[in-house]
């Protein structure tokens, strides 16, 4: 599968985007997906995740109750709502899916098999 992430842009402290992910060759539902991204000088860190139903999700403490994220099968892509954006939210943000069958939503990049470009979100106080 190959994975487009998009979405990013500038935005001011308090502000809304939506990054998109989208899959080709192959149905996204097929995966867990997640989202990390990377801050000048930092590793790289778990954000989001969602299981192949859409049912369970999980999101990093930093990012609980401003970001959600979602999947519409139908367009083969997983959206990334980001609320309320603050300065510290300022990196690259990538999209990431793995095919095998963990029972819960893995936070570990090295679990992760697929991985798009990323799109880079930027927060100006």
């Known amino acids: 599968v190959q994975l487009q992430a998009s979405g990013g842009g500038l935005v001011q402290a308090g502000g809304s985007l939506r990054l998109s992910c989208t899959a080709s060759g192959r149905t996204i539902n097929s995966y867990i997906t997640g989202w990390f991204r990377q801050a000048p000088g930092k590793e790289r860190e778990f954000v989001a995740g969602i299981m192949r139903t859409g049912v369970r999700k999980d999101y990093s403490d930093s990012v609980k109750g401003r970001f959600t994220i979602s999947r519409v099968n139908a367009e083969n892509t997983v959206y990334l709502q980001m609320n309320s954006l603050k300065p510290e939210d300022t990196a690259v943000y990538y999209c990431?899916?793995?095919?095998?069958?963990?029972?819960?939503?893995?936070?570990?990049?090295?679990?992760?098999?697929?991985w798009g470009q990323g799109t880079l979100v930027t927060v100006s106080s």
């Open positions: 990431a899916s793995t095919i095998r069958p963990y029972g819960q939503i893995p936070t570990s990049r090295t679990t992760y098999d697929f």
